[in-house]
């Protein structure tokens, strides 16, 4: 295969601290409900599953903000409950309600019928995505290839669907940490083998969702959050095909354990807006890039807002070195894309230390 | 008015920071739905909101924990939203979806139609149920008056419900600040009167429960959350009924901005369970209390770990002083109740540093 070479390569560069001239940016969920050519292939494809599971879809959402808006990275169209999903427990989506299993994981007994599912077989689906993307991107920008962390995959296992309180999962943490271990031994074993195949067949950086992470006490995040996406990374980084990769980090609502998401071993640390640039970076010193952090909602707001808001968290980090600009979570449905547009040109614009 | 002599002070002086020989502690939501008996009031009554606006049913169920578990405090049974209630926007409570207003404000002209309301007439169920409860306590132990903060009462106002994003408040926040800062500054006026009556009407301590302030980034945060808090307990400083009264400060999700609350005027500092209680006084030193901050999903673990993990929070903390114990967030519905008692039990027998 030829592999064309990467015509911009700032994302990549501003990943592993290298010097650049741009604050590159991209955005969670950039591949989404926003745009109306996503909107329009999503009908066409019937449901949202269907439209995660077709490599040739899911190649054509990946590209279509690509086409719009000077974005310095693309990233997988996929949703971060694949792995579950291949697993048996019964995935679906419903409007206005997000992921449903039919098959949660409630007792010990449920998580002896789970088995880690092979990458090239049971997600294979994501592989020929991967690969196709690759071969559409011509070598444009660098393809984000993620997964949901072990703890944000088993509080959706567990309880079934998003959660407020975490109950079952908690009362699992709080009195049966040896069946909870099991689930989240199974899921580092289950990413970390999804996320290798998918270096493998083209991703060129690796992103860990870590959602729910921020629902825990410090002690419980380090436990059964935190060290088993370390025990993932160590796996990246011992098998050739991953092992160069950049790994970015992100633990919504995590800004109170950033001394110690710096020590996992990934290269990038997503934020989101409730701690400022400036203060992460202190907190962290050189060793990891940063990631973020604007609130998605500023996108609602004047567009001379949306420049003062992005400059204000530019200046607030004040380098450009060790930075990736995005939001601090995925854009939403309603966002006007002009002001997407208006946003990426500010960050482009910006010249910071170097 | 005879007013009894306080017989358990151990929750105003901790909140001083004076010295204890046992951690005080109460838990948020103490009179709720995990207690049969309320269960029983909440049938009678007929539906939430009469509960809240019936002096004799909220002194009942108020009074309701203390009667079971040797609880260190009392906290007026009502709701955070009793403010925009009484200017008129139509509140309502619906089964699993919490509160929804008729009336968003949406509009800047919805604005004007609202004015600061009078605590002792549109409000004076509560300063009723202050007095009854009052009364009725005997002086057993204090009683906590409270109410949501200005932003936190906002987001409601504007999104008319809970929200995920806060989209509409947020497009205010980003675009039109003078509006969003003519309805804080209403609710800053409201919320101070309201305190300051409730004071005056019997409440010994005042909790400012700004639910949605983590929402915010660090700048949002310190100029539409922070800062109005400020105004009204310095407010409150100004009104002799209110002058001595320990001021609790609740900013769920607010770990990353503790020194800036610790400037705030406040006493005693609210914590959910997701930042430790040494790092936390390290980071604010003798200047406030640290209340908080056990997740209450502990508690529908085994008694064993309930003990360990309450012992673990404790020792965190190391002092007696200046700690109140209690959860980080309300306790939920299906919570064991022998399991309660066992956690009082453990905080109780706890002896620290003095």
């Known amino acids: 295969m030829h592999t064309p070479v990467l015509q911009n390569d700032l994302f990549l560069r501003a990943c592993l601290r290298q010097t650049v001239d741009t604050v590159p940016v991209w955005l969670m969920r950039q591949a989404g409900r926003y ?5 329009e292939t999503r009908k066409r494809a019937g449901d949202f599953l269907t439209l995660c599971t077709t490599p040739e879809l899911a190649c054509e959402v990946t590209l279509q903000p690509l086409a719009r808006f000077p974005l310095d990275a693309a990233i997988l169209f996929s949703d971060i409950l694949t792995i579950p999903h291949a697993m048996g427990l019964g ?3 419903h409007e206005g309600e997000g992921p449903v299993f039919a098959h949660p994981v409630r007792h010990p007994r449920d998580l002896a019928q789970l088995a880690v599912p ?3 077989t049971e997600l294979r689906y994501v592989m020929d995505a991967i690969r196709l993307i690759r071969h559409e991107l011509h070598g444009r920008v660098p393809l ?3 997964s949901g962390s072990p703890w944000t995959l088993a509080c959706y296992m567990v309880e079934g669907r998003g959660s407020r309180d975490f109950q079952h999962i908690k009362a699992w943490l709080y009195s049966d940490t040896s069946t909870l271990n099991g689930l989240i031994g199974l899921l580092v074993d289950s990413v970390g083998q999804y996320l290798q195949a998918q270096a493998a067949a083209g991703a060129q950086a690796l992103m860990l969702f870590d959602t729910w992470g921020g629902s825990l006490s410090t002690d419980a995040y380090f436990r059964f959050s935190l060290e088993p996406m370390k025990q993932i990374i160590a796996y990246l980084r011992s098998c050739p095909e991953s092992r160069d990769l950049p790994i970015i980090l992100f633990t919504k609502g995590g800004g109170n354990w950033l001394e110690g998401m710096a020590e996992s071993g990934a290269d990038v640390l997503g934020l989101d807006w409730t701690i400022d640039l400036g203060p992460a970076r202190a907190r962290v010193g050189a060793k990891v890039a940063l990631q973020g952090n604007m609130d998605p909602m500023v996108l609602y707001g004047a567009p ?4 003062r808001e992005a400059l204000r968290i530019l200046e607030s980090h004040g380098s450009m070195a060790g930075l ?5 979570h995925g854009i939403t449905p309603q966002t006007p894309i002009e002001h997407v547009a208006h946003l990426i040109d500010a960050v482009h614009s910006w010249k910071g230390r170097g």
């Open 304 to 307: 001379k807002q949306i420049g």
């Open 144 to 146: 984000i290839g993620f």
């Open 118 to 120: 092979d990458p090239e």
């Open 324 to 328: 990736v600009f995005n939001l601090g």
């Open 35 to 39: 745009l109306p050519e996503y909107q």
């Open 91 to 93: 995935l679906s989506f």
